[in-house]
């Protein structure tokens, strides 16, 4: 049963197999790895949608598992057995397994990795972990394999449907099964059909599809028409090489057509790059800077790319997610995206500037100074040295709800202490803490993050239990960039640069001068940056000094997670030992 009344009445099949359902990713409690299939596929139904059906394209494994349940109660067998009769026995897949558990059987297999960005270190990934949400979601990724048994499921896949004159698949299914059912980018260049991704390629029609899972990533994409395909497997997490080796491949054995840019091959100073390009489909200007003699691209509310040259013109992100490229033209950019391309046109002259680029005129000393008397002026805000904030957790687009204690004690050090649970069931357990110089992220489902590099410096920021007073110091420039509206509330907009940390937006009322939302992106150390906007409501004063009591932390990965404050005590006792590590059964 979904949450949505019209969704729930008119889903069908074909719904869950394109990812129409309006559900953002759902991963959280199948992370954990203490639901049932039938949970798993429950909790989706408490998941609040993002979407209409049909009226956007939104990733969901958990629909790709109610799916392969639903094969297993029509066939009246489960799902791992339908799928070795049906397609690894005739195929000759000898060498592939239905979960993590059953590879370890075989006489060769391999162990996962994670690699730290920071560190340069690659660590094994506990196998144990990589198991148990796989159980739980078979049909959405639990399958094992190998190169040479992947490269016969891809010959199936190039010949229609067939295999040694045999069909598996109807003609009529397998044209179903590779047309696009739904649309990703506005222009049909990137598109969805019942579990492949669909690309054009020159004219041609790619399909591909990845799998991520703890400690393994592979990739694979096929050119029909001209069979040409090919896989890749890795036992490193979050590998780009299978993006990268797609145009590596397909440009190598098909060639690459001319393009609409002639300046690709061709290679311009750097400075010739540098300015503002309007990115229409989202409304923002992309500007294009040079910084410590590196190009630069700065996006509103996102951290800052660098950009690694290609050739000639073409630049990679090397700091975004795979599959990201930009090439420069005279007048206009192109980005390169897994969404599909977009042409951007280099602004030049003069024009109309928006609300943000006219700078009100105050300082941000003036503004800053305005901040700390909203929430209760300096002096009140020093006579507070320790703060404990008991609050109720509720992931709306994620089906998750819990609860978490937040300690913090002056100077430096912070702790926060997170229950999960679904169905009032604990299905997950949580730790992550600063002792002044070091800390720890730790989930009893996912491997221990020790904190480095960037995300140790914004930790850093973060704890300092006087950062509103100590701005001058954590960060090194401020910047009051415009006004913007958040809501119906217009807001000053202010860039705050650390430096070594990450830069974060604030946006503060003109009116009350609180802090109403923040924006940034959280530094990894594996290297993938996810950008985050925390909204503040329902500021309430106590001990002098006035807090929101509910936060809106908000990310393209597990959606709206609404955290509602039920008590806070200040000036208590906190021993220090607190801020330390805890077994939650992890390494």
Same mark, same amino acid.
């Given at each position: 049963?979904?949450?949505?009344?019209?969704?729930?009445?008119?889903?069908?099949?074909?719904?869950?197999?394109?990812?129409?359902?309006?559900?953002?990713?759902?991963?959280?409690?199948?992370?954990?790895?203490?639901?049932?299939?039938?949970?798993?596929?429950?909790?989706?139904?408490?998941?609040? @949608?993002?979407?209409?059906?049909?009226?956007?394209?939104?990733?969901?494994?958990?629909?790709?598992?109610?799916? /392969?349940?639903?094969?297993?109660?029509?066939?009246?067998?489960?799902?791992?057995?339908?799928?070795?009769?049906?397609?690894?026995?005739?195929?000759?897949?000898?060498?592939?397994?239905?979960?993590?558990?059953?590879?370890?059987?075989?006489?060769?297999?391999?162990?996962?990795?994670?690699?730290?960005?920071?560190?340069?270190?690659?660590?094994?990934?506990?196998?144990?972990?990589?198991?148990?949400?796989?159980?739980?979601?078979?049909?959405?990724?639990?399958?094992?394999?190998?190169?040479?048994?992947?490269?016969?499921?891809?010959?199936?896949?190039?010949?229609?449907?067939?295999?040694?004159?045999?069909?598996?698949?109807?003609?009529?299914?397998?044209?179903?099964?590779?047309?696009?059912?739904?649309?990703?980018?506005?222009?049909?260049?990137?598109?969805?059909?019942? /579990?492949?991704?669909?690309?054009?390629?020159?004219?041609?029609?790619?399909?591909?599809?990845?799998?991520?899972?703890?400690?393994?990533?592979?990739?694979?994409?096929?050119?029909?028409?001209?069979?040409?395909?090919?896989?890749?497997?890795?036992?490193?997490?979050?590998?780009?090489?299978?993006?990268?080796?797609?145009?590596?491949?397909?440009?190598?054995?098909?060639?690459?057509?001319?393009?609409?840019? @002639?300046?690709?091959?061709?290679?311009?100073?750097?400075?010739?790059?540098?300015?503002?390009?309007?990115?229409?489909?989202?409304?923002?200007?992309?500007?294009?800077?040079?910084?410590?003699?590196?190009?630069?691209?700065?996006?509103?509310?996102?951290?800052?790319?660098?950009?690694?040259?290609?050739? /000639?013109?073409?630049?990679?992100?090397?700091?975004?997610?795979?599959?990201?490229?930009?090439?420069?033209?005279?007048?206009?950019?192109?980005?390169?995206?897994?969404?599909?391309?977009?042409?951007?046109?280099?602004?030049?002259?003069?024009?109309?500037?928006?609300?943000?680029?006219?700078?009100?005129?105050?300082?941000?000393?003036?503004?800053?100074?305005?901040?700390?008397?909203?929430?209760?002026?300096?002096?009140?805000?020093?006579?507070?040295?320790?703060?404990?904030?008991?609050?109720?957790?509720?992931?709306?687009?994620?089906?998750?709800?819990?609860?978490?204690?937040?300690?913090?004690?002056?100077?430096?050090?912070?702790?926060?202490?997170?229950?999960?649970?679904?169905?009032?069931?604990?299905?997950?357990?949580?730790?992550?803490?600063?002792?002044?110089?070091?800390?720890?992220?730790?989930?009893?489902?996912?491997?221990?993050?020790?904190?480095?590099?960037?995300?140790?410096?914004?930790?850093?920021?973060?704890?300092?239990?006087?950062?509103?007073?100590?701005?001058?110091?954590?960060?090194?420039?401020?910047?009051?960039?415009?006004?913007?509206?958040?809501?119906?509330?217009?807001?000053?907009?202010?860039?705050?640069?650390?430096?070594?940390?990450?830069?974060?937006?604030?946006?503060?009322?003109?009116?009350?001068?609180?802090?109403?939302?923040?924006?940034?992106?959280?530094?990894?150390?594996?290297?993938?940056?996810?950008?985050?906007?925390?909204?503040?409501?329902?500021?309430?004063?106590?001990?002098?000094?006035?807090?929101?009591?509910?936060?809106?932390?908000?990310?393209?990965?597990?959606?709206?997670?609404?955290?509602?404050?039920?008590?806070?005590?200040?000036?208590?006792?906190?021993?220090?030992?607190?801020?330390?590590?805890?077994?939650?059964?992890?390494?």
């Amino acid at each position: 049963k979904m949450k949505d009344l019209e969704t729930d009445k008119n889903m069908t099949i074909r719904d869950l197999m394109d990812h129409s359902s309006g559900l953002n990713r759902t991963d959280l409690a199948m992370l954990t790895g203490k639901l049932s299939r039938k949970e798993l596929i429950q909790v989706a139904g408490e998941v609040q @949608p993002m979407a209409k059906l049909n009226e956007k394209f939104f990733y969901n494994n958990i629909m790709f598992s109610a799916a /392969g349940e639903i094969v297993a109660t029509v066939q009246k067998q489960s799902w791992e057995s339908f799928v070795q009769k049906r397609i690894f026995a005739p195929l000759g897949m000898n060498n592939s397994a239905m979960s993590i558990a059953q590879m370890q059987k075989t006489k060769d297999y391999s162990f996962g990795y994670e690699y730290n960005s920071d560190t340069k270190e690659t660590t094994k990934f506990p196998i144990s972990l990589a198991v148990r949400p796989l159980d739980g979601v078979a049909a959405a990724g639990a399958i094992t394999s190998s190169a040479r048994d992947m490269a016969k499921w891809i010959d199936f896949t190039m010949n229609g449907g067939e295999i040694n004159g045999k069909r598996l698949v109807s003609e009529k299914s397998y044209e179903e099964w590779t047309k696009p059912q739904n649309k990703i980018s506005p222009n049909d260049n990137f598109s969805y059909s019942f /579990g492949w991704f669909l690309k054009d390629f020159d004219g041609l029609q790619g399909i591909g599809h990845g799998g991520n899972v703890p400690g393994f990533t592979s990739w694979a994409a096929m050119i029909p028409k001209k069979r040409l395909g090919f896989v890749m497997l890795s036992n490193v997490s979050n590998t780009p090489f299978g993006n990268e080796l797609t145009s590596i491949i397909f440009d190598g054995f098909l060639g690459k057509k001319e393009t609409s840019n @002639p300046d690709n091959s061709v290679s311009v100073s750097p400075e010739k790059e540098v300015g503002k390009y309007r990115f229409e489909q989202a409304g923002v200007d992309v500007e294009i800077q040079i910084k410590d003699g590196k190009l630069t691209a700065i996006v509103p509310g996102q951290p800052v790319y660098e950009l690694q040259n290609i050739s /000639g013109r073409k630049y990679k992100l090397s700091n975004a997610p795979t599959g990201f490229f930009v090439t420069f033209s005279d007048d206009s950019l192109l980005l390169e995206q897994p969404q599909g391309n977009v042409k951007m046109s280099k602004i030049t002259g003069s024009r109309k500037t928006s609300k943000s680029e006219n700078k009100p005129k105050i300082t941000a000393d003036e503004l800053m100074s305005k901040a700390i008397e909203a929430v209760g002026g300096e002096a009140n805000y020093r006579k507070i040295t320790s703060r404990v904030i008991f609050a109720d957790i509720d992931a709306v687009h994620q089906g998750v709800k819990g609860n978490s204690t937040v300690y913090a004690k002056f100077p430096n050090k912070t702790a926060t202490d997170t229950t999960l649970t679904v169905f009032g069931k604990t299905i997950g357990k949580g730790w992550n803490f600063f002792d002044g110089r070091s800390g720890e992220d730790a989930y009893s489902y996912y491997s221990l993050e020790k904190f480095s590099g960037k995300r140790l410096e914004d930790v850093r920021i973060d704890s300092d239990f006087y950062s509103i007073l100590n701005w001058k110091t954590n960060f090194k420039t401020v910047e009051v960039k415009g006004t913007e509206k958040v809501g119906e509330e217009k807001c000053f907009v202010v860039e705050l640069t650390p430096e070594k940390g990450t830069k974060v937006t604030n946006y503060y009322s003109i009116k009350s001068f609180l802090l109403v939302k923040r924006s940034g992106a959280t530094a990894s150390s594996s290297g993938h940056s996810e950008s985050y906007t925390i909204t503040y409501f329902d500021y309430r004063e106590i001990d002098g000094i006035r807090l929101p009591f509910k936060t809106v932390n908000t990310t393209e990965s597990m959606g709206d997670i609404i955290s509602t404050v039920k008590s806070v005590k200040q000036n208590v006792k906190i021993d220090d030992k607190l801020f330390s590590p805890r077994n939650l059964g992890v390494k």
